[in-house]
């Protein structure tokens, strides 16, 4: 199959999980999120916090079904190639995992209280997931087109990241958010007990990714 950017693979294994390229940033982001996620707490706003918890249980499942598929075909779907302060897996390096540990929360903040109000006919929780997903999946273009990510097949893009990728994302999320505590607790540790084990098969045990 001809890929767009063979070489990225290559690139991104090479400095996978090396602590050679960390840089200062990392730090001052880490601030930003920690405080975030402190304000959030003492606010006691749990419906953002668990938002944000169902996003981020989602993406680091994607990340490892991506690593994967990485290590079964040779190429992933998409790689972090460099500039990144530390690669985690081949398709995220620390600092767009971090981003990701917000994305919920900030996509709760634009909720409206009234779970049956509707934009144009169509439900406003639809409305908000179509729209963030659809946000992410385009500003993915230009970051393509930067030394810092790359999309590594042809017929992978905007359109199939957004399908797979960020409405999953942006609906467990919203699931999350207005789910009841004790079903959308159950979905958050079960996902993240399953990217737990899978981390550890798939790492340290059988060394795929």
């Keep these: 199959m001809d890929l ?6 290559e690139q991104a294994l090479a400095i996978l999980r090396s602590w050679d390229n960390l840089q ?7 601030a930003l999120v920690v405080y975030v996620w402190a304000t959030e707490m003492k606010n006691q706003n749990w419906d953002g916090i668990a938002a944000a918890l169902g996003l981020y249980a989602v993406h680091w499942w994607v990340e490892i079904v991506n690593a994967v598929i990485q290590h079964q075909s040779g190429h992933a779907l998409w790689t972090v190639p460099d500039h990144t ?3 985690i897996l081949i398709g995220v390096g620390i600092e767009i995992s ?3 540990s917000i994305a919920g929360l900030i996509a709760s903040k634009h909720l409206p209280e009234d779970r049956s109000r509707k934009i144009l006919g ?5 409305v908000v997931i179509l729209a963030f997903a659809a946000l992410f999946s ?20 905007a359109f199939p990241v957004f399908v797979t990728v960020y409405v999953p994302f942006f609906a467990a999320a ?11 607790r159950r979905f958050i540790v079960s996902l993240f007990a399953l990217d737990a084990a899978l981390l550890v098969l798939f790492g340290p045990i059988l060394r795929w990714i």
């Design 4 to 9: 767009v950017h063979p070489e990225v693979t």
């Design 24 to 30: 200062g940033n990392v730090i001052p982001l880490l």
């Design 85 to 87: 302060s530390f690669l």
């Design 98 to 100: 971090l981003m990701f």
């Design 122 to 126: 169509l439900n406003a929780r639809w």
């Design 138 to 157: 385009i500003l993915e273009i230009p970051l393509e087109k930067s030394p810092h990510f790359a999309w590594v097949y042809p017929w992978w893009g």
């Design 174 to 184: 919203v699931y999350c958010h207005d789910g009841p505590p004790a079903r959308r």
